[in-house]
């Protein structure tokens, strides 16, 4: 069904009308977006209900619960796991990574959590193995397409005609905390680079992991000098939105504080009268959820407590988005066409099927094209090789014709010999057969004359 009769069945107006608003009868989409413009505002006489939305809102939400996915990338031993157990008070099954992993490796892990009556579905995923190679050009590569998989894989739903997004799990990573080593120094080559190709896929709050093996005054300088090398190098890290009143001071101070500096343990000390997660050293104890030690708390602030939601909205909105748009336009839709019109998806849809009927069939007259070239030289070989065994059949042909006639000439000349032997010997019996009458007369002779 074209566009406009679908537009004259949905709206009952008539032909002079559209073509009077919308300037053309073949263009209703122009004119389905004028009706939204000139919208008035009217009173209500009373209450009418719909002031409830909001409720069954969040009763929905609720009801289908939540789901929110981390990434968390930085090299062994750094303390990801750990960080993780601190950050949502549990313990996550998980095998400790070691540095013999020849590439880096993405483990994903997904948990169902409750708190009073709200449930999160978290997917945790780690690097593993990340930044434990020698050649570490490449480490970023695999991040990136584990990234890419699940847009493509959220994209693909949205496509198909039967749809179920209600109840799918959308695996697309919402944060990436970024684990930085505590040098005190400056960020690696490979932490930029990483963080580079990441930030237009992921919403990235860095966080300086193990800060206490570094004293205060050098974590305050090492926050600067990160934050100048962000800039300088062009990374778009994470920003707490600043649009909502209700949170804007709280997040404009915290942004003030990244990276945030941040300690993980799970064990608990007695200190005071009270039990704490902490870590104990030699020299005193460290707390974790003391913010004059660590900015843990700031952490689980800003991540959990604050803009989780936002760090959603962000994803489908900021980095899918981006994602959605390429490859759309990869695949030849756009929104509106040269002509600067609305786009019409329809027509897009027969355009791009003409131009891939197109190929295809330029592709099959090219491969019956190169069948045929093929099938020719291979006649082509296999009369020459016909004929180079022809000439070679004639060559033996004639090479036996002339054994054999040698052969037959030397027989004849045998022959020759043989029959001139056999008259020789005939003629030597001969003679001698007569030679030994005459011997034999002879002696009789002789015998006869004795006698005498």
């Known amino acids: 069904m074209a566009a406009t009769d679908i537009a ?9 009308q559209m073509e009077t608003q919308s300037g053309s009868p073949d263009n209703p989409w122009a004119f389905i977006q004028r009706l939204g413009e000139g919208c008035r505002t009217v009173p209500l006489a009373g209450h009418v209900g719909f002031d409830s939305l909001p409720d069954q809102l969040v009763n929905k939400s609720v009801s289908q619960g939540f789901c929110f996915n981390i990434l968390c990338v930085g090299e062994t031993g750094l303390g990801k796991s750990t960080l993780m157990d601190t950050l949502f008070n549990t313990k996550f099954e998980g095998e400790p990574a070691n540095h013999t992993q020849p590439g880096v490796q993405l483990r994903s892990n997904t948990y169902d959590l409750q708190e009073s009556n709200v449930g999160l579905k978290l997917t945790i995923v780690s690097t593993v193995g990340f930044g434990d190679q020698i050649n570490k050009e490449d480490s970023y590569k695999p991040i990136v397409e584990f990234i890419d998989a699940q847009f493509e894989a959220y994209l693909q739903e949205e496509l198909k005609i039967r749809r179920v997004l209600h109840s799918y799990h959308d695996s697309r990573m919402h944060a990436c905390l970024y684990f930085i080593a505590p040098t005190g120094h400056s960020l690696k080559s490979l932490d930029l680079v990483t963080m580079k190709k990441l930030d237009s896929k992921v919403n990235i709050i860095p966080i300086i992991a193990k800060s206490d093996a570094i004293s205060k005054s050098e974590l305050t300088k090492f926050k600067i000098k990160i934050t100048s090398e962000l800039v300088s190098n062009g990374v778009q890290i994470y920003q707490f939105p600043t649009d909502d009143e209700s949170v804007a001071e709280i997040n404009g101070t915290m942004n003030a504080h990244l990276p945030f500096a941040v300690i993980g343990s799970t064990e608990e000390l007695k200190i005071g009268n009270k039990m704490m997660k902490a870590r104990q050293y030699p020299w005193g104890t460290v707390q974790v959820e003391n913010e004059a030690h660590c900015d843990f708390v700031k952490l689980r602030e800003m991540l959990i407590r604050v803009n989780m939601e936002d760090l959603r909205e962000q994803t489908h909105s900021r980095h899918y988005e981006l994602y959605r748009r390429c490859k759309l336009e990869e695949m030849g839709f756009q929104d509106t066409d040269p002509d600067s019109k609305p786009f019409s998806l329809q027509e897009t849809y027969e355009a791009k099927r003409n131009e891939f009927l197109g190929e295809l069939q330029k592709k099959e007259e090219e491969m019956r094209q190169m069948f045929v070239q093929r099938v020719k030289e291979k006649e082509a ?16 042909k004639k090479l036996h014709q002339d054994e054999k006639k040698k ?17 020789r010997k005939t003629a030597a019996e001969l003679l001698q057969s007569q030679g030994s009458q005459a011997g034999g007369s002879q002696t009789l002779k002789r015998d006869k004359e004795k006698k005498n």
Do not use: G, N
């Not at 004259?8 to 002079?16: A, E």
């Open 8 to 16: 004259r069945q949905v709206l009952p107006i008539k032909q002079d």
């Open 381 to 396: 070989e296999l009369k020459e090789a016909e004929k180079e065994l022809h000439e070679k059949f004639d060559r033996l």
């Open 407 to 423: 052969l037959e000439d030397k027989k004849k000349s045998l022959d020759d010999e043989v029959s001139a032997f056999k008259q």
